[in-house]
């Protein structure tokens, strides 16, 4: 029973294409996250949702756009595919607590996503 | 915004022997999360440890601990009794309490355990 999953593991796709990356986690949580890992293994933030509301958007090109049908799936687009989007894309949740928790704010990651653009 | 630094590219360490990793981060904030990631070749990204920072106490997980020192800014896991499993780049991230929770992360570090 796997936390939080992605599909597909892997993508290989030309320049110019659409594709879509699909997160669904099953522990409960309120918050979901995509992140970036480049080539150098730099991992960086891109969006994150809170209770399907956008929260962080970070300076990332409007080719990009994620959606969030429940608190559970949080989908990344992407239009018009290049080659620097080639990258390992990491889904993420946490359950974000005012309240002092063993698990409250800790971020559980997916397997990834590995791009390819060709 | 919060930069996370580890100034180790790479490390080795013996089977069974101690290897501490370093990490500092820049912030002005007084509440915040500091955690180590693992992420070994099958590039799942794992959970090693977390640290409150309104705790003095050092987070400690079985074979791994932490060195937290608030004032100088600095974070540091040791890994004691290492194992050929522990093999794996190693990250630090900071989390400020806010309203936007996200991790900022240093470069990682890569351990490689030997034999």
């Known amino acids: 029973d796997t936390a939080v999953s992605q599909t597909p593991k892997y993508l290989v796709t030309q320049m110019g294409n659409d594709k879509s990356i699909k997160c669904e986690q099953n522990?409960?949580?309120?918050?979901m996250y995509w992140y970036k890992q480049d080539s150098k293994k730099f991992l960086k933030i891109m969006f994150s949702y809170n209770n399907k509301e956008l929260i962080i958007n970070e300076t990332v090109p409007n080719r990009f756009s994620p959606k969030s049908p429940d608190k559970a799936h949080l989908n990344l687009h992407i239009n018009s595919l290049e080659l620097g989007d080639s990258a390992v894309y990491f889904c993420?949740?946490?359950?974000?607590?005012?309240?002092?928790?063993?698990?409250?704010?800790?971020?559980?990651f997916g397997p990834g996503t590995r791009l390819t653009v060709l | 915004a919060q930069t996370v630094t580890q100034s180790q590219p790479e490390m080795s360490v013996q089977e069974a022997e101690t290897v501490t990793l370093s990490c500092t981060y820049d912030t002005s904030e007084n509440n915040y999360y500091l955690f180590w990631y693992k992420q070994p070749p099958s590039r799942q990204m794992i959970l090693v440890i977390r640290?409150?920072?309104?705790?003095?106490q050092n987070a400690t997980e079985n074979r791994f601990s932490v060195n937290f020192q608030k004032a100088a800014k600095s974070f540091s896991l040791k890994i004691s009794d290492s194992q050929l499993g522990d093999t794996a780049m190693y990250f630090c991230?900071?989390?400020?309490?806010?309203?936007?929770?996200?991790?900022?992360f240093g470069a990682g570090t890569t351990v490689t355990v030997r034999a």
């Open positions: 991230a900071f989390m400020k309490l806010s309203n936007d929770y996200k991790l900022s």
């Open positions: 993420a949740s946490s359950q974000v607590g005012t309240s002092v928790g063993l698990d409250t704010d800790t971020q559980y």
């Open positions: 522990l409960g949580h309120d918050t």
């Open positions: 640290q409150e920072a309104y705790k003095q």
